[in-house]
Protein backbone atom coordinates (compact mmCIF):
# COMPACT_ATOMS: atom_id res chain seq x y z
CA UNK A 1 0.00 0.00 0.00
CA UNK A 2 1.27 3.36 -0.87
CA UNK A 3 -0.59 6.39 -0.11
CA UNK A 4 -4.19 5.05 -1.48
CA UNK A 5 -3.10 2.91 -3.75
CA UNK A 6 -2.72 -0.70 -3.59
CA UNK A 7 -0.34 -2.71 -5.02
CA UNK A 8 -2.12 -6.41 -6.08
CA UNK A 9 -0.71 -9.77 -6.85
CA UNK A 10 -3.13 -12.38 -8.33
CA UNK A 11 -2.93 -15.92 -6.66
CA UNK A 12 -1.29 -18.38 -8.73
CA UNK A 13 1.29 -15.38 -10.41
CA UNK A 14 4.39 -13.79 -9.28
CA UNK A 15 5.54 -9.79 -9.21
CA UNK A 16 5.17 -9.79 -12.94
CA UNK A 17 1.90 -9.24 -13.04
CA UNK A 18 1.42 -6.93 -10.16
CA UNK A 19 -0.89 -3.93 -11.19
CA UNK A 20 -1.98 -0.68 -9.33
CA UNK A 21 -5.06 0.12 -8.14
CA UNK A 22 -6.68 3.16 -6.00
CA UNK A 23 -8.47 1.60 -2.82
CA UNK A 24 -12.01 2.57 -4.47
CA UNK A 25 -11.76 1.39 -7.74
CA UNK A 26 -14.78 -0.98 -8.88
CA UNK A 27 -12.07 -3.27 -10.42
CA UNK A 28 -11.51 -4.54 -6.83
CA UNK A 29 -14.63 -6.42 -4.82
CA UNK A 30 -15.29 -8.51 -1.53
CA UNK A 31 -14.31 -12.02 -1.63
CA UNK A 32 -17.58 -13.55 -2.67
CA UNK A 33 -19.10 -11.15 -5.03
CA UNK A 34 -19.02 -13.24 -8.02
CA UNK A 35 -20.34 -15.96 -6.70
CA UNK A 36 -23.44 -13.74 -4.95
CA UNK A 37 -23.96 -12.45 -8.49
CA UNK A 38 -23.97 -15.88 -9.81
CA UNK A 39 -20.50 -15.55 -11.61
CA UNK A 40 -17.52 -17.70 -11.03
CA UNK A 41 -13.98 -16.27 -10.64
CA UNK A 42 -11.66 -17.25 -13.15
CA UNK A 43 -8.18 -18.05 -12.51
CA UNK A 44 -5.37 -15.17 -13.06
CA UNK A 45 -3.69 -15.24 -16.57
CA UNK A 46 -0.75 -15.90 -15.32
CA UNK A 47 -1.95 -18.83 -12.83
CA UNK A 48 0.79 -21.48 -13.96
CA UNK A 49 -1.24 -24.86 -12.73
CA UNK A 50 -3.89 -26.75 -14.95
CA UNK A 51 -7.00 -25.28 -15.13
CA UNK A 52 -9.06 -27.99 -13.49
CA UNK A 53 -6.79 -27.43 -9.59
CA UNK A 54 -8.02 -23.56 -9.91
CA UNK A 55 -11.50 -24.48 -7.47
CA UNK A 56 -9.05 -26.37 -5.24
CA UNK A 57 -6.57 -24.07 -5.00
CA UNK A 58 -8.73 -21.23 -4.39
CA UNK A 59 -10.34 -22.95 -1.62
CA UNK A 60 -6.73 -23.77 -0.12
CA UNK A 61 -5.61 -19.98 -0.70
CA UNK A 62 -8.80 -18.57 0.76
CA UNK A 63 -8.98 -21.08 4.08
CA UNK A 64 -7.90 -19.09 7.14
CA UNK A 65 -6.79 -16.08 4.92
CA UNK A 66 -7.31 -13.02 6.31
CA UNK A 67 -10.06 -11.43 4.12
CA UNK A 68 -10.10 -7.89 3.40
CA UNK A 69 -13.62 -6.51 5.65
CA UNK A 70 -16.48 -5.09 2.52
CA UNK A 71 -16.55 -1.85 4.73
CA UNK A 72 -12.43 -1.47 3.29
CA UNK A 73 -14.24 -0.95 -0.05
CA UNK A 74 -15.58 2.30 -1.26
CA UNK A 75 -17.28 3.15 -4.16
CA UNK A 76 -15.88 4.72 -6.77
CA UNK A 77 -16.59 8.62 -7.29
CA UNK A 78 -18.58 9.57 -10.72
CA UNK A 79 -16.33 10.82 -13.57
CA UNK A 80 -16.58 14.45 -14.46
CA UNK A 81 -18.99 15.40 -17.42
CA UNK A 82 -16.60 17.52 -18.92
CA UNK A 83 -12.99 18.07 -20.05
CA UNK A 84 -11.87 20.98 -18.52
CA UNK A 85 -8.15 20.57 -19.06
CA UNK A 86 -6.46 23.48 -20.94
CA UNK A 87 -2.56 22.62 -22.59
CA UNK A 88 -0.25 24.18 -19.84
CA UNK A 89 -2.24 22.80 -16.81
CA UNK A 90 0.02 21.02 -14.15
CA UNK A 91 -1.22 17.69 -12.27
CA UNK A 92 0.65 14.42 -11.03
CA UNK A 93 0.20 11.35 -13.20
CA UNK A 94 1.22 7.79 -12.78
CA UNK A 95 4.30 6.84 -14.65
CA UNK A 96 2.92 4.00 -16.94
CA UNK A 97 6.25 2.45 -17.60
CA UNK A 98 6.94 2.45 -13.83
CA UNK A 99 3.38 2.59 -12.28
CA UNK A 100 4.57 2.52 -8.76
CA UNK A 101 5.93 6.21 -9.68
CA UNK A 102 3.67 9.79 -9.53
CA UNK A 103 5.64 12.20 -11.09
CA UNK A 104 4.69 16.21 -11.80
CA UNK A 105 3.48 16.88 -15.47
CA UNK A 106 2.11 19.35 -17.46
CA UNK A 107 -1.03 18.70 -19.80
CA UNK A 108 0.68 19.34 -23.29
CA UNK A 109 -2.15 19.06 -25.55
CA UNK A 110 -6.10 18.74 -25.26
CA UNK A 111 -7.70 16.28 -27.90
CA UNK A 112 -11.82 16.26 -27.33
CA UNK A 113 -12.36 13.82 -24.84
CA UNK A 114 -7.89 12.84 -24.05
CA UNK A 115 -5.39 15.07 -22.63
CA UNK A 116 -1.21 14.79 -23.75
CA UNK A 117 0.50 13.83 -19.97
CA UNK A 118 3.84 15.01 -20.38
CA UNK A 119 6.10 14.79 -17.17
CA UNK A 120 8.32 17.43 -15.76
CA UNK A 121 11.56 17.67 -16.79
CA UNK A 122 12.18 14.00 -18.85
CA UNK A 123 11.66 13.57 -22.64
CA UNK A 124 8.58 12.09 -24.49
CA UNK A 125 9.25 8.84 -23.82
CA UNK A 126 7.19 8.95 -20.73
CA UNK A 127 4.31 11.08 -21.99
CA UNK A 128 0.90 9.46 -22.80
CA UNK A 129 -2.13 10.44 -24.03
CA UNK A 130 -5.35 9.05 -21.78
CA UNK A 131 -8.75 10.00 -20.96
CA UNK A 132 -9.41 13.49 -19.07
CA UNK A 133 -11.36 11.06 -16.38
CA UNK A 134 -8.58 8.57 -15.97
CA UNK A 135 -7.50 7.73 -12.54
CA UNK A 136 -3.68 8.11 -13.29
CA UNK A 137 -4.21 11.48 -13.22
CA UNK A 138 -4.67 13.71 -9.96
CA UNK A 139 -4.67 17.40 -9.29
CA UNK A 140 -1.27 19.42 -8.02
CA UNK A 141 -1.00 18.24 -3.93
CA UNK A 142 -2.81 15.33 -4.19
CA UNK A 143 0.11 13.09 -3.17
CA UNK A 144 0.63 15.05 -0.10
CA UNK A 145 -2.56 15.00 1.12
CA UNK A 146 -3.01 11.04 0.37
CA UNK A 147 0.75 10.48 2.07
CA UNK A 148 1.93 9.26 -1.71
CA UNK A 149 5.85 9.67 -2.53
CA UNK A 150 5.53 11.98 -5.12
CA UNK A 151 8.68 12.17 -7.64
CA UNK A 152 10.81 14.85 -8.21
CA UNK A 153 11.05 16.08 -11.51
CA UNK A 154 13.97 15.26 -14.41
CA UNK A 155 16.62 17.55 -14.94
CA UNK A 156 16.10 17.64 -18.68
CA UNK A 157 14.65 21.06 -19.27
CA UNK A 158 11.92 21.12 -22.30
Known amino acids: MMGIRLR ?3 DGSDNTNDFWRLIDSSEIQPIGTCERNGDML ?3 L ?5 ASSWPM ?3 RTLSG ?10 KEPPSPTKNYFQPGMKLEAVDRKNPY ?9 VRGQEIFVMFDGW ?6 WCPFDSRDIFPVGWCTLTKHTLQPP ?3 CK
Not at 46 to 50: D, E, P, S, T, V
Not at 65 to 74: I, N, V, Y
Not at 101 to 109: N, Q
Request: proline share 10%; aromatic share 14%.
Open 8 to 10: LRL
Open 42 to 44: QPP
Open 46 to 50: GFRMN
Open 57 to 59: FLL
Open 65 to 74: AEMAPASAFK
Open 101 to 109: LICPATVGE
Open 123 to 128: RGAFDY
Open 154 to 156: GNF
